[in-house]
């Protein structure tokens, strides 16, 4: 049982590239989500899904793409990156949106630069 | 607008000794509250929760206490030990909806021999 997996670990960008970031949970979980961890702003929601074919737009959503065409899967698109887009990315599961924000479970992050 | 504040980015303790983790928010709406443990290239695990029912939650080592007049809660960790040396994130939320979770920016605990 492998959980929440994110791939690639560590990635560089030039302005205006773009990339997609993985995850996969293998837990049967309805609800993912993407957080970004900035230096002194704590972890936050980019995008967030409750099910397959259904997305929806966290706290910064700006700049991102997400679709949700499996239950176990859930990237995160970068159209056209950005240095304001450096930043450590994690993806987390959890059973159901509502009463899980205990049982949320985090994939191990996503270094990402932009240059 | 940080609406959960952390005000310390760093603490050390000596091991056996008691670590005591502070959270700050803003929003009186805010009614659930959890601390999430961070490890180095791990992502955030969850470890101790409290509803704004109750002003004290335990679980073995970990307590958490929430002021809500004060608009503060607190972890303490008795005894400290090495292997709890990690990046401690307190989250808020409106709901029991893992959406509305909103996270502090991190306390990183060193705990020494």
């Known amino acids: 049982n492998a959980g929440v997996t994110q791939t690639p670990k560590f990635q560089v960008l030039k302005t205006g590239q773009s990339m997609t970031l993985q995850c996969a949970q293998d837990?049967?979980?309805?609800?993912m989500s993407w957080y970004r961890q900035d230096p002194g702003m704590g972890l936050r929601l980019i995008h967030y899904?409750?099910?397959?074919?259904?997305?929806d737009q966290g706290e910064v959503p700006n700049g991102y793409n997400v679709s949700r065409s499996t239950t176990e899967d859930f990237p995160l698109r970068l159209l056209s990156a950005a240095p304001s887009q450096t930043s450590v990315y994690f993806c987390?599961?959890?059973?159901?949106?509502?009463?899980?924000?205990?049982?949320?479970?985090f994939g191990s992050g996503t270094q990402l630069s932009v240059l | 607008d940080q609406q959960v504040k952390q005000n310390s980015p760093s603490l050390s303790v000596q091991e056996g000794r008691i670590s005591i983790l502070n959270c700050d928010y803003t929003n009186s709406m805010f009614d659930y509250f959890l601390w999430y443990k961070k490890y180095p290239a791990e992502g955030p695990t969850f470890l101790i929760s409290i509803s704004s029912i109750k002003d004290k939650n335990e679980d073995g080592r970990f307590t958490v206490f929430l002021n809500k007049s004060a608009k503060h809660l607190s972890l303490h960790i008795v005894p400290s030990q090495p292997g709890d040396s990690a990046v401690y994130f307190c989250a808020a939320s409106r709901s029991y909806n893992t959406d509305k979770l909103i996270f502090g920016t991190g306390t990183r605990l060193q705990v020494f021999p």
């Open positions: 987390a599961s959890s059973y159901t949106l509502a009463g899980s924000n205990e049982k949320l479970f």
């Open positions: 899904s409750v099910g397959a074919g259904i997305t």
């Open positions: 837990m049967n979980h309805e609800y």
